[in-house]
């Protein structure tokens, strides 16, 4: 018998839950179809995440298209269905070729060690100033800081993972929450060893009675807890909070059965959900908006 998990209509941080509770109930032995045939719209994190998912699977799963000739070919241009073919067998009208980048988007790129961190930034730090300028309005000063901030979340992938992981960015009309303001969204999404298990392995770690996931962010996100001795290792994160802060940007963080989200005023996200259904490693999410009138400089 072959368990079905149906990808919702609109596929993002918030609603990849869904994805993650039908798995939690799917027989780790059993064949798989992942049917997003009525999916219309992925976010880049949707997208990342859905990678991550065909890794975390015992056996291969097969994957159902999504039946929209437009939401099929934009997964086309960002690469989804290159790396989805080598983690599920496609069921589906699959695009031929992914015609290349726009100007406001990193295809789905996979970082494994450092040197693909250093390419991932070094692609994208051409268009970061014009999207930062054109598209956010942020003054072009800031692009230092945010390829620092995508060094160190794709860093993130390479330092606790233990396995490869995916990135993503793009920029788009926010309608949701920003009154159709733009925003960039930088997605990475692995099914490594996650927070907990990379803290745990901490030669100083000592356990106590509320140890869990939610804990282990708090103190990797919140504190900088890290499980290198090294002085300033641990504090990429903290930095990423810095520059986000400036930005008015969100950095949200889930990991295991948590997640954890440090919130500007326009999101009414919850700052630590907990009880999670359980999914592998780490899936990172930052959005930094357009910058209106009075923002910062």
């Known amino acids: 018998m072959t368990s079905v998990i149906t990808v ?19 027989p780790r032995d059993g064949k798989l179809l992942v049917d997003a045939r009525h999916t219309t719209w992925a976010s880049p994190y949707g997208l990342t995440a859905l990678l991550t998912l065909g890794q975390t699977l015992d056996e291969r799963a097969s994957f159902a298209v999504p039946e929209t000739e437009k939401t099929a070919s934009y997964w086309a241009r960002t690469g989804f269905f290159k790396y989805a073919d080598e983690l599920y ?31 991932v930034v070094g692609r994208i730090q051409q ?92 103190a990797a996100v919140i504190r900088g807890v890290s499980r290198f001795r090294d002085p300033g290792r641990g504090q990429g994160i903290a930095g990423v909070r810095r520059y986000l802060s400036r930005w008015d940007g969100k ?24 009880k999670l259904a359980p999914f592998p490693g780490a899936q990172i999410q930052v959005t930094i908006p357009e910058r209106v009138s009075g923002g910062p400089r």
Not at 13 to 25: I, K, M, P, R, S
Not at 168 to 185: C, D, E, G, S
Not at 252 to 274: C, F, H, M, Q
């Open 251 to 274: 950095l949200s963080v889930r990991s295991g059965t948590a997640k954890i989200a440090i919130l500007p005023n326009w999101d009414d996200d919850v700052p630590l959900a907990e």
């Open 89 to 119: 067998d496609l069921r589906g009208s699959v695009p031929k070729g992914r015609g290349g980048e726009s100007s406001v988007l990193l295809e789905i790129t996979p970082v494994i060690k450092s040197e693909d961190v250093h390419d």
């Open 127 to 218: 268009k970061a100033q014009q999207i930062l300028s054109s598209e956010l309005s942020i003054d072009a000063k800031a692009t230092v800081g945010f390829a620092m901030t995508l060094s160190e979340i794709c860093q993130n992938i390479v330092e606790h993972a233990g396995r490869g992981g995916w990135v993503a960015v793009q920029t788009y009309t926010w309608r949701r929450r920003l009154a159709n303001r733009r925003v960039v969204v930088i997605a990475v999404c692995d099914a490594g060893q996650g927070f907990r298990q990379s803290l745990e392995s901490a030669p100083s770690f000592v356990r106590n009675d509320r140890w869990d996931d939610a804990a282990a962010l708090e």
């Open 8 to 26: 919702p209509p609109s596929l993002d941080d918030h609603t990849f839950e869904q994805v993650v509770e039908q798995l939690a109930a799917v």
